[in-house]
Every structure is written in structure tokens, then in C-alpha cells.
């Protein structure tokens, strides 16, 4: 059984930081992509930040400078660092990894940014 747990949510102030990791358990091999969408009451879920198994990195043009995505492969993680946080920035954000055929999601964590 494949699991994708999630930390590093919570309320920080307009002007913070907060780093999200993404931690993979179980029998998964030859990670290709690991992602992070976020998705707010009555919109669609929208791509943040996307890295791929040699390291390319992509943004959504909203976080772009902001937001840096990363990976440890020995770990199975994906990290999300966030700066400069912004109130546009509230969400609840989800990992998720596609190795080979299979795609997998974290749980889902808020995040909060208080003006």
C-alpha cells in the first residue's frame, strides 16, 4: 500500500513563509513527477509547482519567484518552500506523485495566510 503523507500546513501572516513536505510510504518505485495543486472553496484545483525526475522545475505564474519546489528521491519526498505569502495564497494543498502508470495523492492540508 502506497501512502502520501503531508505535513508543514498551518496560518502564518501575509509577508511569511511556510515549508510543505510530502513523504511517500510503501512499495513505490521510479517516481517520475511530483506535484503540488492547491485548490480553493468553488474553484478547480490548480497546479502550483511540478518537478520532474531530472530535476526540471515548472511554476504557476502566481508563485513564480514565491514558491520553490524540490525532491529527495532517496526519501520519496517532495518539498514545497513558500514565501512571501500572500492572503490569494489560502488553500488547501495536495502532493502528488505518478510513477509509471499509477498516480498518487497526499491528504490535503491547509494553509492559511492572515493579512
Known amino acids: 500500500q502506497v501512502q502520501l503523507v503531508e505535513s508543514g500546513g498551518g496560518l502564518v501572516h501575509a509577508g511569511g513563509s511556510l515549508r510543505r513536505s510530502c513523504a511517500g510510504s510503501?512499495?513505490?518505485?521510479?517516481?517520475?513527477?511530483m506535484v503540488w495543486y492547491r485548490q480553493t472553496p468553488g474553484k478547480q484545483r490548480e497546479l502550483v509547482a511540478v518537478?520532474?525526475?531530472?530535476?526540471?522545475?515548472n511554476y504557476a505564474d502566481s508563485v513564480k519567484g514565491r514558491f520553490t519546489i524540490s525532491r529527495d528521491n532517496a526519501k520519496n519526498t517532495v518539498y514545497l518552500q513558500m514565501n512571501s505569502l500572500k492572503p490569494e495564497d489560502k488553500a488547501v494543498y495536495y502532493c502528488?506523485?505518478?510513477?509509471?502508470?499509477?498516480?498518487?495523492w497526499g491528504q490535503g492540508t491547509q494553509v492559511t495566510v492572515s493579512s
Open positions: 502528488s506523485v505518478i510513477a509509471g502508470t499509477a498516480n498518487y
Open positions: 518537478i520532474n525526475s531530472g530535476g526540471s522545475t
Open positions: 510503501g512499495s513505490i518505485f521510479s517516481i517520475d513527477v
